[in-house]
């Protein structure tokens, strides 16, 4: 019959503790996918400006690192500090149970612990939150260092960039080594409190049983006792060490979903209809940072179906234009209208879904090409793809390729040449049917023989659609209907191809110098 009941209790036991486990792992996961899930949102709907000041590693650390900190938490820490505490409470209340007085003297050593622990939170708190920081600075060096590897071999820079890999790597341990040097320090002061315990219990109960008071059975159940009562929270200081290494990952992960979304959509924010007449800039300032503008009161008009071009130095302000018109960036002064709206008021998704980005530098997911150009758009079929391709002169190139247009394109591409990859930009473009083409200096960097064959499908691209093309080769926009011309971020001149060269001004110049140089050549 006791064996019965002792294999009952037992078996009891074993499925308290699975359901335990099961039920705060899989409330652990949930908490940790929610989090996830928010970081991740939260990262998508962040403004360029944010991307410019925070380096991917550092990102890529918060989303991975840092949430995995907590994972650590939650499918260990958790279950173990939970069960402890309830047996700590279990194995005070057994002891107020016997002896009240007894009970004081054991947990009268709690306030030197207590001490012991803020000052060790405070010092590792720092630690860990150093190690965090570290750890997001390796990711972003890591990230730094692969993506540039080209220039970084080309140019012999091994032995330069191993030696600050090096420096940062030993920044790390070094904190790592302060953590377990606290840990090291922390761990005894808890023995000594548990001797301290068992001491006070032998000092005070051996006088009472001297004076008549208390039996020796008092003192053998207390000794036991304290051996029981401190055996979790040792378990508890051996985890004090993953709870702080969450704690200061919390903090990360929180600061990044604090951030502020500085282009939010306002409350009730409209859709775009297509663009049914214009486009305007009316007096348009812009500064990256405070007090410091790169445009200066731009105004001008691009009406339906006409193709504007935008020239000038580097640094004039010509990309700028861009970020504010696909609201990248919001402007400091004045206003963006499209169709007399202000954009400010529009969707944010809604707006960029009319409007189509070629940039010089084309990005490629690790898709296939069908994938890269189509971006997973359900209305965009593979009709629609191979009629853009064919309509740009790619669709031979394309089908050259192992697997035609399901082959995949291995990171950045790297197979692939730069006219390659901008034909499939074009095509992606041309695919979407966007009521704005951009061009970003998306010829700038093809060979001429690429540049001729994309030129002869130009008219098949700009054809009735309103476009702005931003190019350093002057023959690439003499096309347009108008030209502007910017300088140090104010519009300096405006006008088409043959009216700016009899102007004798800026294009003009710039026109003669291009003009010198390929005659030389």
Partial sequence: MIVALVLCVLLLHSFLNYITTLLLQRTGQKILFDIRMAVFTHIQSLSLR??????????????TNDIEALNELFSSGVVTIFSDILLILFIVSFMFAISWEVTLVTIGVLPVLFTATVIFRKKVRVVYSESRRLIGKLNAFLNEYITGITTIQLYSQEK??????????????????KTIFYYALFFPVVEFTSALALALILWYTSTNIFNGIMTLGILIAFTQYAEMFFRPIRDLTEKYNTLQSAIAAAERIFDILDTPIPTKDIVNA?????????????????????????????????NKGEMIAIVGATGSGKSSLINLLCRFYDIDQ???????????????????????????DVFLFSRSVADNISLGNPYITRDHIIQAAKALGAYD????????????????????SVGQKQLISFCRALAFNPDLLILDEATSSIDT???????????????????????????????????????QGELKESGNHQELLALNGLYARLYRLQYVDNTML
């Fill in 160 to 177: 330069a960039r191993f030696k600050h890999f090096d420096e940062i790597n030993s920044e790390h341990r070094d904190v790592q080594l």
């Fill in 449 to 487: 023989e690429t540049e001729q064959l994309i030129n002869t499908s130009l008219d098949t691209l700009l054809h009735n659609r309103t476009s702005i093309v931003i190019a350093h080769r002057l023959s690439t926009i003499q096309r347009a209907d108008k030209i502007l011309v910017l300088h």
């Fill in 270 to 302: 409209a859709k775009m209809d297509s663009i049914q007449h214009e486009i305007s800039f009316n007096n348009v300032s812009f500064g990256y940072v405070s007090n410091k503008q790169v445009l200066h009161n731009i105004s001008f008009t691009v």
């Fill in 334 to 360: 004045g206003t963006i209208t499209i169709d007399g709206i202000d954009i400010r008021t529009l969707q944010q998704q809604s707006l960029r879904s009319h409007i189509a980005l070629v940039l010089q």
């Fill in 397 to 416: 190139f394309i089908q050259s390729l192992p697997q035609g247009f399901d082959t995949v394109m291995i990171e950045r591409a790297g197979t692939l």
């Fill in 50 to 63: 944010s991307y410019d000041t925070t380096p991917v590693g550092r990102l890529v650390t918060r989303v």
